[in-house]
Nanobody
Framework: VQLQAYGGGLVQAGGSLRLSCAAS????????LGWFRQGPGKEREFVAL????????YYADSVKGRFTISRDSAENTVFLHLNSLKPEDTALYYC??????????????????WGQGTQVTVSS
């Protein structure tokens, strides 16, 4: 499966963005989907994940209450809504697909397919 992430950009602190990740080659409905990010000089970190059915979500503490992950099975797309952005949210954001049980990965090793990343820059 090929993943294409887009929607990043430059935004002021307190602003919002919506990231999208479209899949081709295979339906995403069988996989849990996650978002990760890697800031300047930092390691890649988990941001959010959504279950195969879309009924369950999980967030890193640093984004809980500000970011929302969702999926559209008909469009074969996963979204990440970023609200109340802070300068420390500046990072390259990646979408990924977890294709192995229990389909609830919170580390990079749990994911087999990755998008190319989309840059989010938050100015103060």
């Amino acid at each position: 499966v090929q993943l294409q992430a887009y929607g990043g950009g430059l935004v002021q602190a307190g602003g919002s963005l919506r990231l999208s990740c479209a899949a081709s080659g295979r339906t995403l409905s069988n996989y849990a989907l996650g978002w990760f990010r890697q800031g300047p000089g930092k390691e890649r970190e988990f941001v959010a994940l959504i279950s195969r059915s879309g009924s369950s979500t999980y967030y890193a503490d640093s984004v809980k209450g500000r970011f929302t992950i969702s999926r559209d099975s008909a469009e074969n797309t996963v979204f990440l809504h970023l609200n109340s952005l802070k300068p420390e949210d500046t990072a390259l954001y990646y979408c990924a697909a977890d294709v192995r049980p229990p389909y609830w990965g919170t580390t990079s090793d749990d994911y087999d397919y990755w998008g190319q990343g989309t840059q989010v820059t938050v100015s103060s």
